[in-house]
């Protein structure tokens, strides 16, 4: 067992850019220990120790390695990266494995990264989506299963074992510096797609906003599950136009043309499985989380969609 001055903390997903961000608000009370495997991410000896996928049997050294207080959980797949049974094996049964290995070392601290995509998308959708929503991603399509059974997953871990503190975490959409998801590419793009009719409200959140709601929600002991967000929202149309983003207009009818353009032109960050959070809006109540962890945004949307302007500008020069 390795010699330690300060709580361990496992971070799944830290060659990521949110991982980063977070553990530089952790790192003077944590001793933090990185494991990633994604393709897309970037890695340093600081804080990124292993590089492995945490569903293989070999994780297990990295807790007979080390002694954790705590877990922090985010290091899942998008529901826009590889194939639904990739992201399956890795945000399902590897988040299992990961539980497993929690439970059998002895570490009762976990934090959960889920996403807002989790309630789906659907025109009857209330206006503003609290925590005891359902979870229908599911209903709709069977690419977005996995996110949906990794929560379930982690409830019922919590349910079993009541002496574990878990918190889930609900962002709506994160962007900034660093951040490779979805939205945040469609705000990258000099032109991006709009499904022709429907401009749905969306919510956005600055990384470093969200680094510290989960810095603050692993240092505070009050588990459960919370949506994150602001309290402003705006059209996707004009989110893209604050972005200095050119659009292009996809026919919304018949739905299953969408998805067949979509799925013909290969529509980078689009897939045809997404479709549908690009027409009807999901707007989440998040008063919850700010009560309870006395936490305010910090960057307002001009801050945040400027960081995506500056970059065409970068690039006209």
Avoid at 208 to 229: C, F, M, Q, R, W
Wanted: glycine share 6%; proline share 5%.
């Amino acid at each position: 067992m390795a010699q330690q001055n300060k709580p361990q903390i496992l971070i799944t997903g830290a060659g990521g850019e949110l991982a980063h961000r977070v553990a530089e608000k952790l790192k003077k009370n944590y001793d933090l220990i990185g494991v990633d495997f994604r393709d897309d991410s970037h890695y340093d000896d600081e804080l990124v120790k292993y590089r492995l996928d945490f569903s293989k049997r070999g994780f297990e050294e990295v807790f007979r390695h080390h002694e954790f207080e705590g877990i922090l959980h985010l290091g899942r797949l998008r529901m826009t990266q590889k194939d639904r049974f990739k992201r399956y094996n890795v945000n399902v049964l590897g988040t299992q494995r990961l539980l497993e290995l929690g439970r059998k070392y002895g570490v009762n601290h976990s934090l959960v990264l889920s996403t807002y995509h989790v309630y789906g998308a659907h025109p009857y959708n209330p206006s503003l989506i609290d925590e005891s929503f359902p979870m229908k991603a599911a209903n709709w399509s069977s690419e977005l299963v996995d996110g949906v059974e990794l929560e379930n997953l982690v409830a019922i871990n919590m349910l079993r074992h009541r002496r574990s503190r878990v918190t889930i975490l609900r962002p709506c959409n994160v962007i900034g510096p660093g951040v490779k998801n979805q939205i945040s590419g469609l705000l990258s793009q000099k032109k991006a797609p709009v499904i022709s009719g429907y401009a749905p409200l969306m919510q956005f959140i600055h990384v470093e906003d969200l680094a510290e709601a989960i810095a603050k929600a692993y240092s505070t002991n009050h588990p459960g599950i919370y949506n994150v967000a602001t309290e402003d929202w705006i059209p996707y149309t004009r989110a893209l136009e604050l972005a200095g983003c050119e659009t292009f207009s996809i026919p919304s009818v018949p739905p299953l043309l969408t998805r067949r353009i979509c799925s013909v032109m290969k529509i980078k960050n689009l897939p045809p499985h997404m479709v549908n959070y690009f027409k009807y809006p999901i707007i989440l109540e998040s008063s919850l989380f700010n009560k309870t962890f006395h936490f305010e945004p910090k960057y307002t949307l001009d801050e945040m969609f400027g960081y995506y302007r500056g970059l065409k500008s970068n690039q006209k020069d």
